[in-house]
């Protein structure tokens, strides 16, 4: 079982992190666009959306960002499913 110094530790490296990445956006010049090769491929393809999205970012480096964010979720969840697996088999 986790104690509650366990559980204040994982809420402040989540906070930092989430604190790191609304200071990089703060900081970020204005007008900066950090395109990806996904940006590049799509704009040399002719091909129809199928369908259309439920949210759309203001710009790349938010979509980025968030995408990132989500991967780091995830990462978090998995390795927390991992280790509760592990934990019980002990």
Known sequence: MLSRRDWWIGG??????????????????????????????????????????????????LESGLFALQAALGGVILGFVIGRLTGRRK
């Open 12 to 61: 402040g490296l989540v906070a930092a992190i989430v604190a790191v990445y609304l200071v990089s956006f703060a900081l970020a010049p204005a007008g900066a666009d950090f395109g990806g090769t996904d940006a590049a491929a799509t704009g040399m393809l002719d091909a129809e959306p199928w369908v259309r999205p439920i949210f759309t970012p203001g710009s790349t480096e």
